[in-house]
C-alpha cells in the first residue's frame, strides 16, 4: 500500500506564492512520475506538472514560467513552487504517482487527497 501526503495549500493573494509538497510512503523502491493535478469547481481534473525520476519536467501551458515542479528521489516527495499566483489557479491540487515500485511488484498510480490552494483577486 502506498500513501500519498500532500501540504503546503492556503489562501494567498493574486501575485503571492505558495510551496506544495507530497511525500509518498510505503514500501517503495522507486517512483517513475510524480506530478499535480488540479480540480476547479465545475471544471475537470486537469494535468498542471509532471516530473520523472530522471528530472525531466513537463508543464501545462497556463502555469509554464509561473510554477516549477522538483522531485527528492531519496525521499520519494515532490514539490510545486507556485509563484505570480492568480484567481484562475484556484483549485484543490492533487498529487499523482505512477511507475511505483517495490521490489519486482509495480503498484497502481497513487492520488492524494488534495489540497485546497485559494487565490484572491
Known amino acids: 500500500q502506498v500513501q500519498l501526503v500532500e501540504s503546503g495549500g492556503g489562501l494567498v493573494q493574486a501575485g503571492g506564492s505558495l510551496r506544495l509538497s507530497c511525500a509518498a510512503s510505503?514500501?517503495?523502491?522507486?517512483?517513475?512520475?510524480m506530478g499535480w493535478y488540479r480540480q476547479a469547481p465545475g471544471k475537470q481534473r486537469e494535468l498542471v506538472a509532471v516530473?520523472?525520476?530522471?528530472?525531466?519536467?513537463n508543464y501545462a501551458d497556463s502555469v509554464k514560467g509561473r510554477f516549477t515542479i522538483s522531485r527528492d528521489n531519496a525521499k520519494n516527495t515532490v514539490y510545486l513552487q507556485m509563484n505570480s499566483l492568480k484567481p484562475e489557479d484556484t483549485a484543490v491540487y492533487y498529487c499523482?504517482?505512477?511507475?511505483?515500485?517495490?521490489?519486482?511488484?509495480?503498484?497502481?498510480?497513487?492520488w492524494g487527497q488534495g489540497t485546497q490552494v485559494t487565490v484572491s483577486s
Open positions: 499523482n504517482a505512477d511507475g511505483i515500485r517495490s521490489g519486482n511488484h509495480y503498484y497502481s498510480p497513487s
Open positions: 516530473i520523472t525520476s530522471g528530472g525531466s519536467a
Open positions: 510505503g514500501s517503495i523502491s522507486s517512483i517513475y512520475a
